[in-house]
């Protein structure tokens, strides 16, 4: 039974003599009161029901195998059935494409065509094996009509005797009896009048007395008769090639309805290599980076949304001088674009980053990329696709902006490669998508922002050093360029823990390259920007604070204020403790999550 993914295998069997064809059992998913499960009721060839049963035993033992609570062998006389109940919490999907690479329910059966001929071992495709097999049953039909056909010549020889024997009985009997000995008698039976052949004389010599007697002419006749039809028969296969194969195609025929049954195994499209996500639930993933370069995924529902002005919960154990400086709400099947501060970029899928506890400081980012001794990451972008009608922006603490197609960026060159050119003291900020016809807002540390659009960037290179997007003021740096959005406010975090959403019809448009207007009034005890971005009131944003403190907090309970008001308290500080990082958790998200 069970089920062959694809024909490839098949046609390079059949072409070359070799080759591998992939078998998969048949499984169904169920669900029933609340429980899943998966049933399994054909198995790939030769392997069995207990063979499987105990390769999943050994890898839920081993921990390699999550989602199964147990399994139970159900078969019955031919029948074979395995049930695999699924915990609660388990992707059923997921549980299975695990089955198929893991265990024996998705096997390969390697084909290699190899026989004699000749006395040689060739390896043989489909049509040489036929030409062969055939040339083989050619010789096995010749030898053993050649063979049937001495037989039969010889015992029509004997008949032939006998029928002549019978016509002169008395005679025969009589000169056995007047013989001395059986060679006299033999001679005497060669001679005249008798005239038969040696084999005929012992053949009438080596029966009895009572048989000799009792010899019957009609069945001697009927037997003659048969035997010349069959002599007949025998010297036309062996004098006609058509009729010798004809013989072959009877007999493969027979030995086809008699033995012939409907298969088994069905042949359905080869879905290809499972790749990593079919492995993988494409769960809600929240990355965190710290400044000293560590990286971890952690599942999003880890976070609880809390009030406003919370104390959050431990989000990473974090050595005193490290703080989180990079925070991205993705999904595991999601890749991350990582810009480093020298305007490189690395990619990544999310699911590639390992998974740690909430409270764990997570994996150096050094054993997942090559980056140099003084490089650090410094923005990271998710997607799902590269959209070919897009445009990565990017901003640097300079000032400067620049805007490449998304496409430029499908590239997974372990090394990295270029994503901007950097100025001398410059470094990247931010790195934002966009349509190609957008707003953008850029917030400076001291509270400045511009507003300009998108058109007035045109498209560059991934090595361009890019133009000059916002006029700065001594000692004053760009922390954050994002999209403008109908539906969404401009939120602007401190580092105090300060924050308030504004209006963006109060940013209005100017061209690229000026110093921008007030954005949030700043204060000793408001503390500096650290983050602003847009934020729909349906959103929730997590903060991160230099202790590793995380809060989840919806950006609706955050008050809306004017450009020149200084915000509301939005995370309560520990003493020495400021806002380090500033992400969105889209509500859609949490809603699909929750779907799936």
């Known amino acids: 039974g069970a089920t062959i993914l694809g024909r490839q295998g098949i046609l390079d069997a059949y072409r070359t003599g070799k080759g591998s064809v992939k078998m998969r059992a048949v499984a169904e998913i169920e669900e029933s009161r609340g429980a899943t499960r998966i049933v399994v009721t054909e198995f790939p060839y030769q392997t069995s029901v207990e063979v499987v049963e105990k390769k999943i035993a050994d890898l839920v033992h081993a921990r390699d195998l999550d989602g199964i609570s147990r399994t139970q062998n159900d078969s ?29 329910m998705q096997t390969s059966f390697g084909v290699n065509v190899v026989a004699l001929v000749d006395g040689v071992p060739r390896t043989l495709a489909l049509a040489q094996c036929i030409s062969h097999y055939v040339d083989h049953q050619i010789e096995v039909i010749t030898r053993r009509s050649e063979y049937r056909l001495g037989k039969a010549r010889d015992r029509a020889h004997i008949v032939e005797g006998l029928l002549k024997a019978i016509d002169m009985l008395d005679a025969v009997i009589a000169t056995i009896r007047a013989s001395d000995d059986r060679p006299a008698a033999r001679e005497s039976l060669m001679a005249e009048p008798f005239s ?81 996500e079919d492995l993988i639930e494409d769960e809600e993933l929240v990355v965190t980076m710290t400044r000293a370069g560590y990286i971890k995924a952690v599942q999003g529902a880890s976070f609880r949304t809390q009030g406003r002005g919370g104390r959050g919960v431990q989000g990473a154990r974090l050595k005193e001088e490290d703080l989180v400086a990079q925070l991205v709400h993705t999904s595991a099947h999601a890749y991350l674009l990582l810009f480093s501060n020298r305007g490189r970029v690395y990619r990544l899928r ?13 994996t150096a980012v050094v054993n997942l990329l090559p980056l140099a001794p003084d490089e650090t990451i410094q923005a990271i972008v998710a997607t799902r696709d590269f959209d070919s009608g897009g445009f990565l922006t990017f901003a640097t603490k300079g000032g400067q902006v620049k805007k490449t197609a998304f496409t430029e960026y499908d590239k997974s060159r372990r090394e990295g490669f270029i994503a901007i ?8 900020v931010r790195v934002v998508a966009t349509s190609g016809d957008d707003d953008v807002v850029m917030v400076s540390r001291n509270g400045s922002g511009i ?45 105090a823990g300060y924050g308030k959403r504004t209006k963006t019809d109060h940013f209005g448009t100017q061209g690229r390259g000026g110093q921008g207007v007030r954005a949030i009034k700043l204060t000793a005890v408001r503390g500096r920007v650290v983050s602003a971005f847009m934020a729909g009131l349906d959103d929730e944003i997590l903060l991160v604070s230099t202790g590793g403190v995380v809060i989840r907090t919806a950006v ?33 998200d949490d809603d699909e999550s929750a779907e799936s």
């Open 76 to 104: 019955a006389g031919r029948q074979a059935r395995l049930v695999i109940e699924l915990k609660r919490d388990a992707n059923a999907n997921v549980v299975l494409n695990n089955l198929y690479k893991h265990t024996p």
């Open 196 to 276: 038969f052949s040696e084999d005929q004389a012992i053949h009438i010599l080596d029966m009895t007395l009572g048989r000799l007697t009792r010899l019957g002419r009609s069945e001697l006749e009927e037997e003659m008769t048969k035997l010349r039809q069959t002599i007949a028969e025998l010297e036309a296969i062996l004098g006609d090639p058509f009729k010798l194969r004809a013989v072959i195609t009877e007999e493969m025929t027979e030995i086809k309805t008699k033995y012939a049954n409907p298969r088994r195994t069905r042949i359905t499209h080869d879905p290809g290599e499972m790749g990593v």
């Open 350 to 362: 999310a699911h590639e980053v390992p998974m740690k506890e909430r409270t764990a400081r997570g």
């Open 421 to 428: 050119a950097l100025r001398d003291g410059d470094e990247l």
């Open 451 to 495: 507003r300009f659009s998108e058109n007035d960037v045109r498209p560059m290179g991934r090595d361009a050093a890019g133009v000059r997007g916002m006029r700065l003021r001594s000692g004053d740096e760009v922390v954050s360029l994002d999209v403008v959005r109908s539906d969404a406010d401009v939120l602007i975090v401190t580092d």
């Open 556 to 588: 609706r309970e955050i008050a809306a204020q004017g450009r020149d008001a200084t915000g509301v308290r939005l995370m309560s500080l520990d003493a020495g403790h400021a806002v380090a990082a500033v992400a969105a958790v889209a509500a859609e």
